[in-house]
Structures are given as structure tokens and as C-alpha cells.
């Protein structure tokens, strides 16, 4: 079992899923507080709902370094082991990787190392890709450079707006993000230089997607 700190600054679909996840028993987390730097939002009626402790604590008038140094105190208060950024919109500084040591983990929504930064769905409709996804990340100093744990592919189809691509990658955020945790807390995750090797779990299929289908190869 391992205590998460949830940080959100949005609507939390992802702290909603691993919520769900957890209450079904599929992930060994406790959620020991959310925080958001954002009051209002809905994030924190999700974790009043499932009594999950919570707390706004702004980021005005307060420089980075000096807002991460009140959220490694408030996450050190309840027993944080983990620190998930779901929807936290701030970039992390050094105070609080340095507390978190390889204990602050992201979620994207491409296939990194491409497109990192944020409002990357268009991005990648533009730039023409065949495939898109989301990745489950080790945060560390650069712009979602950290060591990938996990990530999942979806297509991208020639109608496709940022909406309709955001909500096909969404729905694969909501699986691994909570699969991260669960590899987490099994301690199977072992970070090598730039890699993340995940100890004891299975290979995937040795199969492949082809966008758009190639009758020719059937």
C-alpha cells in the first residue's frame, strides 16, 4: 500500500479514475490528500464525495520555489509517499523533486519524447501522425524529459479535431496512470540511467497497428 499525494488544478478525471481504481481494489494506494493551487474547482467536490481529505493552497504572490516548499510540507504532513500530477497546472521545481526523490510522477497526452509542453493534441494533427497516445512519467527538472514508465497508443484518424483525439487518449490516461501506481506500489519499477524497467510484468504481444489499415499486409 502506498500514500499518494494527488496535486490537480482542474476538473480531476484522472483523480476520479484512480479513485475508482482503488476502490475497487485494483490499485493498493490510500489517497491521503488532494491539493489544488486553483479553489473551486471540481477536483476537490471529487474528493469531498469519497471523503478524501483535500486543500487549496494558492500559488499568487508566491514564487515557484517558495509555493513547492508549502506543498512539501503539507504532503510531508500526511505521510506522502508518492506525488501524482493530475491536471497541475505549475511547473515543478527542484524543492519539491529534491523532497520527492523519483517520487513525482505525470501524466502527458503523446507519445514523449515528442511533443512535450501543453495543448499537444492539435500539435499532433498538425504535424500529420499516423499514431498518438499518452505517457506516464518520472518528473524530473526538464519539460516532461522524465524516465517513461508507461504508455499506451491510440490512432489518429483524418477527421479528427483536439477534441475528439483528447477524448480517445483520455480514456487511456484513466487506465495507465492507475497501472503506474499499481507497478509503484509492487515495487517493480527500477530505474536504470534513462530507463524504467518494469520488473516482473509481462511483455507486450510482439504485434503490430497499422494507420490506416493495409489490406495489402493482411
Known sequence: MVNLGVLVSGSGSNLQAIIDNIEAGRVDANIK???????????LERAKKHGIPSRVIPHRGLKREEYDQKLVEALRDQGVELVVLAGFMRIITPVLLRAFPLRVINIHPALLPAFPGT?????????????????????????DTGPIIIQAVVPVYDDDTADTLNARILKQEHKIY???????AEGRL???GHRVLAKGMPKAPDSFMI????????
Open 211 to 218: 494507420n490506416p489499415p493495409a489490406k495489402i499486409l493482411e
Open 119 to 143: 495543448h499537444v493534441w492539435q500539435t499532433q494533427i498538425d504535424y500529420g501522425v499516423k499514431f498518438a497516445g499518452c505517457t506516464v512519467h518520472f518528473v524530473d527538472e526538464g519539460t
Open 178 to 184: 492507475s497501472q503506474a501506481i499499481q507497478m509503484y
Open 33 to 43: 490528500i488532494v491539493i489544488s493551487n486553483v479553489p473551486d474547482v471540481y477536483a
Open 190 to 192: 527500477e530505474v536504470q
